[in-house]
């Protein structure tokens, strides 16, 4: 059964760090480019970073760039963000995605960013 499975989130102080992780189960991850996106209350969905099915391309929402780190280990089904620097407006529903033949969505984790 094809499922992305997000852990990690939290609540964190302004400048904390957190890491989340994205599990794959079901179908050849080795061959999926895998994006980060995030959800805050009453905005749209927008995508976080991206990287490449070998993990050699990166890509960076502005807002996050110099921050934020998108890496996966395709030996172990799994893609990371690494979160640093955080700011309350950071807050939101992070979603993992899995983009080739199909599209596959996490089911989201919650970060919330406050002191």
């Known amino acids: 059964q094809v499922h992305l499975v997000e852990s990690g989130g939290g609540l964190v102080q302004p400048g904390g760090s957190l890491r989340l992780s994205c599990a794959a189960f079901g179908f050849t991850f080795s061959f999926y480019h895998m994006s980060w996106y995030r959800q805050a209350p009453g905005k749209e969905r927008e995508l976080v970073a991206s990287?490449?099915?070998?993990?050699?391309?990166?890509n960076y929402a502005d807002s996050v760039k110099g921050r934020f780190t998108i890496s996966r280990d395709n030996a172990k089904n799994t893609v990371w963000l690494q979160m640093d620097s955080l700011k309350p407006e950071d807050t939101a529903v992070y979603y993992c995605?899995?983009?080739?033949?199909?599209?596959?969505w996490g089911q989201g984790t919650q970060v919330t960013v406050s002191s």
């Open positions: 995605k899995a983009v080739q033949s199909y599209t596959y």
């Open positions: 990287i490449s099915n070998g993990g050699g391309y990166t």
